[in-house]
């Protein structure tokens, strides 16, 4: 009991990211699904089933490495060092894709607020992009504030899912373009298919605690097991229910794809709650937790910039030096400045999250993939069955998600990109001597 609060912070900041997307995974789903209603509900069941395999995988990882690492310490574990690299160039390029489409979303939250503001969105998007790097440069963004606000939204969301429920379909709202469509009707199985590997924009953060539990140097191994997995569940559960109870109300309320000045989410909110006080809440909860996701991970892909410009035993790094220069805030300047550059680029192309959630859960499948392969290595080796087995699945449907992924543009735009950061950067560890602790360079 002493420590339950000190896992409460710890669990609903780790949260801030997965929670957060589901903001916009179940309208990236519902788009994929060409505005199918009747599909919408199964589909989110099956993201969510796969997402539950795959956490498996990171359950048993936070048992093998109670010290942090997750997905690189297992494939360096399972197949060599060098293989630390693969999950590493991708959840660089997912951190630079949080910061985007995090912030992409939350300006679509404040113009489904204030529609008049649409014609500013991108302005908007790289405002919030550089405002939350600011504010993470100036160490604003604290770990209090993720928790605050993910639980924040979490109960505004849980509020909306119950008063929707019960509110008349017809009457609700003006947005009803399948009003009266069967809560679980006959999903299309082709168009599912094609619309899991949108949805699966939920599944990033799910390698978090797995990482996370490193910060927690205060606690026996034990104590940090059990705070990872049980985080780790809490979040897969918190989800879940978010997205299948959002998914539901969609469908009960029949709203369909929103206008271009608003989003799906919005939209059941409005029709929940009104356009009032409530509805205003619920949009700054929204956008709040949004941008505490983009802060989370500038902190996490300059920490990672930071440890890799410090690796090998000479310190020569595998990146510039500078990456590894800190400021008087304790925050890798250097590293929250490229991501900065990066997440710019991709609002400015990009413009709405909806555009840039194809490139997304791409490069954290590749992650997911190396994670869940080299735990059924590592299963295999100490001879346990049931886990290699189920690692087996995870890394099966892991797979099958990337494969539909790489038949989209961005998605292969997305794989491309993640392999030439960790080719780039297994080239560099070569030249180097390949110095030790790359693995670790995610918990540094």
Known sequence: ???????????????????????YAVESALRGLDGDLASLVPTMAAIIAIIAIVSATY???????????????????????????IPLGAL????????????AAAASALIAYVPDLEPARTPIGLALVAIVAVGVLLGRFGRVAFAIATVLFIALALGVIAVGAFADPVAAGTHHAGAGTPLLGAAALGSTLLAIPLGMALATGVEAPSNAIAQLPQLE????????????????GIVGTLTIGLAAVAVHQGSGLPPKDSTLLAEIARDALGGGTGFALFQVASALL?????????????G?????????????????????????????EWGVALVLAAAAILVAGGGREQHL???????????????????????????????LALNIVGAFLVAAVLAVNVTRVDGLIALFVSGAVAFYLWRVWVSHGRPGGVAAAEVS
């Open 357 to 387: 959630v194809g490139f997304y859960a791409v490069a954290v499948f590749a992650s997911f993939l190396a994670a869940t392969i080299g735990c059924a290595r590592i299963s295999y080796l100490a001879g346990r069955r049931a886990a």
């Open 92 to 103: 660089l390029v997912d951190f630079t894709l949080t910061v985007a489409v995090s912030c």
């Open 1 to 23: 009991m002493r420590r339950l609060p000190l896992f409460l912070a710890f669990a609903f900041t780790v949260m801030a990211d997965p929670v957060s997307s589901v903001a």
């Open 290 to 302: 949004l941008l505490s996701a983009a802060a989370s991970s500038y902190l996490a892909g300059s």
């Open 59 to 85: 359950h048993e990882l936070i048992g093998h490495f109670p010290s942090g690492g997750g997905g690189p310490e297992g494939a360096a574990k399972a197949f060599g060092e060098g293989w630390a690299f």
């Open 221 to 236: 191994d034990s104590d940090r097991r059990r705070f990872g997995r049980y985080t780790l569940w809490m979040m897969v």
């Open 304 to 332: 990672v910039l930071k440890a890799l410009a410090a690796l090998g035993p000479d310190g020569q790094g595998l990146v510039s030096k500078r990456f590894g220069h800190i400021n008087r805030y304790l925050v890798p």
